[in-house]
């Protein structure tokens, strides 16, 4: 039984992580009670990035246009990158890509560039929120939201809400 656990908490810790999808801010990709699978290897291997260990992703692969990503909030620097608020942002532009702001026009940053990380431009999944977008660093990025494994509208009691047709969904 120990090493069941074990097991367990660390394919939790390295490998995948189911969500909760709360509110309705990422309508009409996800429901509030989406249960979703984030794949943590879908970019590479995250270590470090405490005060041990410096920042570095084993099997590196860039996050892709149109990817949803699950990361941890960047415009919170009040907490360690771990404890800030987990966001779901689709993957606009990619490092190299050309941005314009305004008037003027910026180029996305990258390791190729002679950044410290790459850098990804992310939007929100609500139409309502286009307009809106965030520079993102690569070591805030958690992995790839791969799966809906199953949906349960949480303003319904327990033996009712189910959406069975969102079990086993990729978005």
């Not at 405490?50 to 009040?78: C, K, M, Q």
């Amino acid at each position: 039984m120990a090493i069941a656990i074990v097991v367990m908490l660390l394919v939790r810790a390295a490998v995948v992580t189911i969500c909760c999808v709360e509110g309705e801010a990422l309508q009409p990709t996800f429901l509030a009670g989406d249960r979703v699978v984030v794949n943590r290897w879908s970019y590479g291997l995250r270590i470090g990035g405490n005060r041990f260990l410096h920042y570095n992703r084993l099997w590196r692969r860039p996050v892709e246009r149109g990817d949803i990503v699950a990361l941890n909030d960047p415009t919170d620097s009040t907490l360690s990158i771990d404890d800030r608020q987990l966001l779901f942002l689709r993957c606009k532009h990619v490092p190299g890509d050309r941005v314009r702001v305004g008037a003027n026009m910026l180029i996305v940053p990258g390791r190729a560039s002679c950044a410290d990380q790459d850098y990804y431009v992310m939007v929100p999944l609500s139409e309502k929120g286009l307009e809106k977008s965030i520079m993102v660093p690569e070591d805030h990025i958690i992995g790839r939201v791969a799966l809906i494994i199953f949906s349960h509208n949480p303003a319904q009691p327990l033996w009712e809400g189910w959406r069975t047709n969102r079990t086993f969904v990729c978005p």
